[in-house]
């Protein structure tokens, strides 16, 4: 079975400052890795996605992700935050042939101060 | 947004007494699924449904029961909640099982168990 670890409970970052939340993950197979973003006291919703390919994700909201398969890494970053990215973050993994069911990490906080 | 909504979106009820959550979607998805979010533990899924009357379990459904008899509905009960059972639940819905379709999540549900 697979499991996501996201190392980070809670990122602080200022504004306008370059950010990073890791996520790790385990499997026995090859998976898809996906990140959502959840806004205050909404539902979740998709950041990015790698399926194939490069491993270089480009997302909404200037996010991007790198696959990293030697390190079972999939960590997202973004070159300068606004206020507005104060969210929350899930990583999730999905493995070949399961038929799109999603594994989540326990999320990561980030905080954007002015 | 997908077109899913959750009803209710809050709840307070005590120990012991039937709860059902109700998940409606108007996309015609097939996949539908219940999670349950609590912190450091990210999303867990606990039921899901792979089209009407077909469902079965996730990682975390003991106390949980569900329900599709139409399409665009998909109901969460808990037979006598516990304490344990409060959370945020959320619903998600999917079109097809390829890795290039996303799940899409509705607005959640907050349960408070008292």
């Known amino acids: 079975a697979q499991s996501v670890t996201q190392l980070d409970s809670q990122v602080p970052v200022f504004e306008e400052a370059p950010v990073e939340l890791r996520c790790n993950y385990s499997s026995s197979v090859s998976v898809y890795l996906f990140w959502y973003v959840q806004y205050p006291n909404q539902g979740l919703q998709l950041l990015l996605k790698?399926?194939?390919?490069?491993?270089l994700v480009k997302g909404i909201n200037g996010f991007e992700a790198e696959f990293n398969k030697s390190q079972t890494s999939f960590h997202l970053r973004k070159p300068s935050v606004h206020i507005s990215d104060t969210a929350e973050y899930f990583c999730a993994v999905s493995e070949h042939n399961a038929g799109n069911m999603l594994t989540f990490g326990g999320g990561t906080r980030l905080m954007v101060k002015p | 947004d997908a077109g899913i909504t959750q009803s209710p979106r809050h709840k307070v009820t005590e120990t012991g007494t039937p709860v059902t959550l109700r998940c409606h979607q108007t996309?015609?998805?097939?996949?539908m699924y219940w999670y349950r979010q609590d912190p450091g533990h990210g999303l867990r899924l606990i039921h899901y449904?792979?089209?009407?009357?077909?469902?079965d379990k996730g990682e975390v459904s003991d106390g949980y029961s569900v329900s599709r008899s139409k399409t665009e509905d998909f109901l969460l009960t808990l037979e006598s909640a516990t304490s344990s059972q409060t959370s945020v639940y959320f619903c998600?819905?999917?079109?097809?099982?390829?890795?290039?379709?996303?799940?899409?999540f509705g607005p959640g549900t907050r349960l408070t168990v008292l």
């Open positions: 449904s792979y089209g009407v009357k077909d469902t």
């Open positions: 996309e015609n998805h097939r996949y």
């Open positions: 998600a819905t999917l079109g097809t099982s390829g890795p290039t379709d996303t799940q899409y």
């Open positions: 790698y399926l194939s390919g490069s491993t």
